[in-house]
C-alpha cells in the first residue's frame, strides 16, 4: 500500500507536525492581521504583528530540527530558495553602512557622509576632528530597516517551511482571500455608505474612495493587485469532476450536465465559482479605490497570468475562462462610479509631473550618495535638503517610486544588488513554475509571478515595498 504525498510529508513525529501547524497558524494570523493594523498605520501594531511573526518562525524552526541517525548531531532543514540570500545580503549592507569607518575611507568613498557627520555635531563641536565616520549619517533608521527585513525573511522562510502540504497551501490561500474580499467589502461599505471611517478612526483623505482599512487607497490598491490574480489562478487550480453515466441518464437537459457539478457540491466546481466571486469583489475593490498605479498593475498582472496560461492546453482554456471573467468585470464597474475613475485617469498629466518631480530630486540626493546611499530607512530626514521649492508645504517622507528611493537609501551599488536579487527570486519562481506539469501547480504558480509583477509596475508611482501591510 503506498502513502499519498500529503502521507508522506507528515511522517515524522507528532510533535514535530504539531509544531509546524502551530507556527503556520502563528504566521498566518500575521497575514491576516497586518492589513487591519497596518492599513492604519499604527505604530504599535508592528509589536503585536511581528511577534506573531518571530513566535511562528520559532515554532518552524523547532519542528525542522532533527538528529543524524549516523552522527547523533542535530540538523536543521534549510529551504533552498532566494530569499535565503537575499536577506542576509540586505542585513550585511545595513550593517556596512552603520560600522564606524576611517574618515579618509569615507571621504575617498562618499565624501558627503562625512560633511553630514561634521554638520551632525552641532556648533559647539564645529572644529573638533571625527574620529570615524559612518556611511549612515544617522544610523537608528538603519538599524530598524535590518530588524523590518530580518522578519520578512523569516515570515517568507516559515512559510516555505510550514506550507508543505496541498491541505495547508489551499487553506492559505482561502485565508489570503478571505481577508482581501472583506477588505473589499468594508471599504466598498465605509465608501458608498457615507460614514467614512477606517475602523474607529473618521477618514479625511479621499473619503468617496475605497480603502478598506488602509488610510491610503494606494496601499489598499496593492493588497487587492495581488491578490486578484491569485483569486483567478485558484479558481483555474480547482479540478471540477465529471458527471458518471447513471447521472446523465437522469439528468436530460444539456445545459443542466453542465451546470450541476458547479451547484451539486459533489463535484468541485462551487468551490472554482465562490472563487471566481471573491475573485469579482476584490476586482471591484480595485476599481473602487481608482489607484491608477494599482489598476493598472493589477492588469499588468493578469496579462501577465494570461501569458503563463498559454503553456498547455488545460490551463490555455482557463485562461480564455478568466478574459470572459475579466469582461463581466469591466461591465460591472461602470456601475461602482466609475466616472470618479475615469476622472483621475484625465488628471493623469498632473500627477506624472509631481511624481516626477520627487523622483528628480530623489535621484539627486542618490547622486549625492551614489556608493552606499544614505542609509536605508534615512530617506525622510535627508530628502527636505533636497525638496523641490513646489514642494515647500510638504512634509514627504516617501519618494513615490519605491526604486528611486531605494537608489537614494542603498546608492547605485545597492540598488544594482536588490535589482539582482529581485531577478534571482523571480527567476526562481519561473524555474520552478517551468518544472511543473499538473494544472494545480502551475495555475497557482501563475498567481505569485503574477502578484510579483504588479507590485513591481505599481512601485514606480507609489511606496507598497515601504508599508509591511
Known amino acids: ?11 515524522g513525529p507528532d510533535g514535530s507536525r504539531r509544531l509546524s501547524l502551530a507556527g503556520l497558524g502563528l504566521l498566518m494570523t500575521a497575514v491576516v492581521l497586518s492589513p487591519i493594523f497596518f492599513g492604519s498605520v499604527h505604530t504599535w501594531a508592528y509589536t503585536m504583528v511581528f511577534g506573531f511573526v518571530l513566535a511562528g518562525a520559532f515554532l518552524v524552526v523547532l519542528s525542522q530540527v532533527g538528529v543524524d541517525a ?20 540586505v542585513v550585511l549592507m545595513g550593517v556596512l553602512q552603520m560600522a564606524p569607518l576611517p574618515v579618509w575611507l569615507v571621504k575617498m568613498v562618499q565624501p558627503q557622509s562625512v560633511f553630514h557627520a561634521a554638520m551632525g555635531q552641532g556648533p559647539n563641536a564645529a572644529g573638533a576632528s571625527l574620529s570615524s565616520v559612518s556611511l549612515a549619517p544617522y544610523r537608528w533608521p538603519v538599524r530598524q530597516s535590518i530588524v523590518r527585513w530580518i ?52 477618514k479625511s483623505a479621499y473619503p468617496g474612495n475605497v480603502s478598506g482599512t488602509y488610510i491610503n487607497r494606494n496601499h489598499f490598491a496593492g493588497l487587492m493587485e495581488m491578490t486578484l490574480p491569485l483569486a483567478f489562478c485558484a479558481g483555474a487550480a480547482v479540478r471540477v469532476g465529471k458527471l458518471d453515466a447513471e447521472a446523465k441518464i437522469r439528468i436530460r437537459h444539456s445545459w443542466m450536465r453542465w451546470l450541476f457539478p458547479f451547484i451539486s457540491g459533489r463535484h468541485g466546481g462551487e ?41 498547455s492546453d488545460d490551463t490555455r482554456r482557463k485562461g480564455w475562462g478568466m478574459l470572459v471573467v475579466l469582461a463581466v ?28 518631480r520627487y523622483t528628480r530630486q530623489t535621484l539627486q540626493l542618490a547622486r549625492d550618495f551614489p556608493v552606499a546611499g544614505v542609509g536605508l530607512g534615512n530617506f525622510r530626514h535627508a530628502y527636505p535638503h533636497y525638496q523641490s521649492p513646489e514642494d515647500k508645504d510638504y512634509f514627504i517622507d516617501y519618494a513615490h ?16 544588488v536588490a535589482v539582482a536579487c529581485g531577478v534571482a527570486l523571480v ?22 509571478i503574477g502578484a510579483a509583477v504588479a507590485m513591481a509596475i505599481h512601485s ?10
Open 460 to 469: 514606480w508611482s507609489d511606496f507598497n515595498l515601504h508599508i509591511p501591510a
Open 151 to 202: 522578519v520578512y525573511g523569516m515570515l517568507y522562510w516559515g512559510l516555505v517551511q510550514s506550507l508543505g502540504t496541498r491541505r495547508r497551501i489551499e487553506a492559505a490561500v482561502w485565508m489570503i482571500l478571505g481577508i482581501a474580499a472583506l477588505e473589499s467589502l468594508y471599504g466598498m461599505f465605509e465608501a458608498f455608505s457615507g460614514s467614512h471611517r477606517v475602523l474607529w478612526y473618521g
Open 329 to 356: 468585470l469591466g461591465l460591472v464597474s461602470f456601475r461602482v462610479d466609475v466616472e470618479r475613475v475615469m476622472k483621475r485617469f484625465e488628471n493623469l498629466q498632473s500627477s506624472i509631473e509631481v511624481r516626477y
Open 70 to 89: 549516523d552522527s547523533g548531531r542535530l540538523q536543521v532543514s534549510v529551504p533552498l530558495i532566494a530569499m535565503t540570500v537575499v536577506v542576509p545580503v
Open 271 to 311: 468551490k472554482r465559482v465562490l472563487l471566481l466571486i471573491l475573485g469579482l469583489i476584490i476586482g471591484l475593490g480595485l476599481i473602487g479605490s481608482a489607484s491608477r498605479g494599482g489598476i493598472l498593475g493589477g492588469l499588468a498582472g493578469l496579462a501577465v497570468v494570461g501569458l503563463l496560461f498559454l503553456r
Open 401 to 416: 517610486n519605491d526604486w528611486a528611493q531605494l537608489a537614494a537609501e542603498a546608492g547605485w551599488g545597492g540598488l544594482a
Open 427 to 448: 527567476a526562481e519562481l519561473l524555474w520552478r513554475w517551468w518544472r511543473r506539469s499538473r494544472s494545480w501547480a502551475l495555475s497557482l504558480g501563475a498567481a505569485g
Open 1 to 11: 500500500m503506498t502513502r499519498s504525498k500529503e502521507d508522506r510529508s507528515n511522517s
